[in-house]
């Protein structure tokens, strides 16, 4: 079996009930040709977590075992690596993908003798697809609605991807090259960009616009499209963090994923907020300990992690008081789909999985409680901010359904009708 092959059937093997965004991006669904439009804003795209291509060099000193390849001659794909789906793959995926992170300096560095880069600044490819076989899409859907109404890839629209592994504060090269695209595709048209962030891409935009003057933003952003974002947190980085979370990848156990997801410095920068939740509220219940987010110290120490702990603080701040971007703002996110809100755990936590959850409202994977916080930001900013809630639409389906690509469209073309709730049952 060929290379797309093999990951075909691994993609097909995904349990169905799976929040992970990879069991919908399977064969992602064609958008209609519409009339072309030309008034066409230029667009950057920020993605999610996990959400664009990266790719490795290698040149290890050791291996975790002998059937890894040692040294590379030319830069392969790490993310997604068809080694991680194998039973020995997955060691040598995850010694190669891992970061190492310094208590002392507070800095993370990459797996010894490994180099990783983002390909493809500035176009979509590693953003629409996030394979070379071009099986797993993601943003491929809403880039083709817009070229079907007159956008041009790589030219009014554009993908911004960046390694996810990171938190802004280690990603600051990130920020200079943003800033540098922005200004490039302003000159070239002629007119203000808008930015479009999907989930973590959200904070990701946030913090840039954060660290921006106003008279910049006043004359380079025309606005900001927030899709799904966990603007509090996101509750399932607790059980990522616990006990793993394979995402319903069969050949991936949740214990030995984990050793990758603990490594992610992103991870507890989207720790639920404890300037946004309750300070009562138990996020991780055992038969001896309830972990609000005021015990995130005891938790880390409990779990073997206290890295974690380090890593949250060096981040808890980068977005966590939710300042107004001071642009223009478009907030769109799911509703009316049960998602977890509290983990509980039995004896042999933090070594297995949960055995139960407390569901809250939100898109199966964040609860709207945190992607309606954007909602604060109304009236503590000059201009305007529109919220559309989405009944019954799942994390992932915000790249995908008809119904959000059309409101972008809208937004991009400058029409102001911005409903605030669309049920997506009713198609």
């Not at 992170?101 to 560095?109: E, F, H, I, M, Q």
């Not at 507890?268 to 946004?276: G, H, I, K, Y």
């Not at 799942?394 to 911005?418: P, Y």
């Amino acid at each position: 079996m060929g290379s797309a092959g093999r990951l075909l059937a691994v993609l097909l093997l995904l349990h169905p009930s799976t929040g992970f965004w990879i069991m919908n991006v399977v064969f992602p669904p064609n958008s209609r040709v519409q009339e072309p439009s030309n008034n066409t804003s230029p667009l950057i795209i920020v993605p999610g977590n996990l959400g664009n291509r990266l790719e490795a060099k290698i040149d290890k000193p050791t291996l975790v075992h002998w059937m890894c390849f040692k040294k590379s001659d030319h830069w392969f794909p790490l993310w997604i690596d068809l080694n991680m789906f194998m039973p020995v793959g997955v060691d040598c995926w995850i010694d190669n993908i891992r970061l190492v992170y310094n208590k002392t300096t507070r800095r993370s560095s990459n797996s010894p003798g490994v180099q990783v880069r983002v390909p493809g600044f500035g176009e979509t490819y590693t953003i629409e697809f996030l394979d070379y076989n071009k099986l797993a899409g993601y943003f491929h859907s809403m880039v083709q609605h817009l070229v079907n109404v007159g956008y041009v890839r790589n030219e009014t629209v554009r993908g911004a991807p960046y390694d996810w592994r990171l938190a802004p504060n280690e990603n600051q090269e990130y920020f200079i090259k943003l800033q540098e695209l922005v200004e490039e595709m302003y000159n070239q048209y002629q007119k203000p960009v808008y930015l479009l962030g999907h989930s973590m891409g959200g904070h990701y935009v946030l913090y840039f616009l954060n660290n921006q003057p106003q008279a910049w933003k006043d004359t380079y952003i025309r606005g900001f499209i927030s899709l799904g974002a966990p603007w509090g947190g996101a509750v399932k980085v607790l059980r990522v963090m616990t006990s793993g979370e394979n995402d319903g990848i069969p050949m991936l156990s949740n214990i030995k994923i984990r050793e990758e997801q603990r490594m992610m410095t992103t991870n507890p920068w989207m720790l639920p907020s404890e300037d946004a939740w309750p300070k009562d509220h138990v996020f991780i219940s055992t038969p001896s300990v309830n972990y609000t987010n005021q015990d995130y110290k005891r938790l880390f120490t409990d779990i073997d992690f206290e890295d974690g702990w380090n890593m949250w603080k060096d981040t808890k701040n980068l977005t966590g008081a939710l300042h107004p971007p001071g642009v223009e703002v478009w907030c769109m996110y799911g509703v009316g789909l049960p998602t977890p809100v509290t983990h509980i755990y039995d004896e042999d936590f933090p070594n297995a999985d949960p055995v139960d959850f407390v569901y809250g409202d939100g898109d199966d994977t964040v609860d709207s409680f945190s992607m309606s916080l954007c909602k604060r930001w109304e009236g503590k900013q000059e201009k305007p901010v529109h919220v559309t809630e989405y009944r019954g639409l799942a994390h992932l389906d915000m790249v995908f359904h008809e119904k959000v690509l059309n409101q972008i469209q809208q937004i991009l073309e400058g029409k102001s009708d911005t409903p605030r709730e669309v049920d997506v049952r009713l198609d």
